[in-house]
């Protein structure tokens, strides 16, 4: 079956500091990936996606590219914030027409600190 | 982007007692799903919420313990029943569309005593 593996964390850098956050996955066929981003008490939000190879999806200064060779969708950022401490997970959303139609497949999530 | 809201945002429920979540999402969306996020855990997925049919489950989840209901395209709810200290979780309800991205309630959290 689908699923995600992310690295392990916990992660703290000091602000203004570069982010990476790998993420790789097992599926059939080619689904899409996505990055959510859980901020202390809260749900879930959409941080960016990709729909398909070497798709790039970008949003608050976070980077994704969707690497189909590797089966790798890594989370970069350039210059962390405090308010970028949060819990980020990769998830994909299957698209065979099975048992994976539209689910989401969550990796195990990485807590990120950032330090004034 | 669909806007989902949660009913109730948090309880403390006492073991054998059962509560009933509500999920409601501003537009009509193809898809509705229930996931679990256990303390300091990832999110499981619990079933898709079909509309106006049984809930679909996933391995280890069945329907006596968290019945669904999805009347429309806009509302679920979840139950969980005769609860016990293990369920205390947060529960969330995502929604959207086929290949669309799946927007998420802000979710419910629950403590079982």
């Known amino acids: 079956g689908d699923s995600v593996t992310q690295m392990e964390g916990p992660v703290t850098l000091s602000e203004e500091a570069f982010l990476t956050i790998n993420c790789t996955y097992t599926a059939t066929g080619y689904p899409s990936l996505f990055w959510y981003v859980q901020y202390p008490g809260e749900g879930l939000q959409l941080l960016l996606k990709?729909?398909?190879?070497?798709d790039k999806g970008s949003n608050k200064g976070f980077e994704a590219t969707y690497r189909k060779e590797t089966t790798s969708f890594h989370l970069e950022k350039g210059s962390v914030q405090v308010s970028d401490s949060a819990v980020y997970f990769c998830?994909?959303?299957?698209?065979?027409?099975?048992?994976?139609?539209?689910?989401?497949?969550f990796g195990q999530g990485t807590i990120l600190t950032v330090h004034p | 982007s669909a806007v989902i809201s949660q009913k109730p945002s948090r309880d403390i429920c006492q073991r054998g007692t059962s509560l009933t979540i509500q999920c409601q999402v501003d537009s009509q969306v193809t898809m509705m799903f229930w996931y679990r996020q256990q303390p300091g855990q990832s999110l499981t997925l619990i079933a898709t919420a079909n509309q106006g049919s049984e809930a679909t489950y996933e391995s280890g989840f069945v329907i006596d313990k968290f019945p669904i209901s999805r009347p429309n395209l806009t509302f679920s709810t979840l139950t969980v029943s005769n609860m016990s200290p293990e369920d205390s979780s947060i529960y969330l309800c995502?929604?959207?569309?086929?290949?669309?991205?799946?927007?998420f309630g802000p979710g419910t959290r629950l403590l079982v005593l």
């Open positions: 998830a994909l959303s299957g698209i065979d027409g099975g048992t994976s139609y539209g689910k989401l497949t």
């Open positions: 990709a729909t398909k190879a070497d």
């Open positions: 995502s929604a959207g569309s086929f290949q669309e991205t799946q927007y």
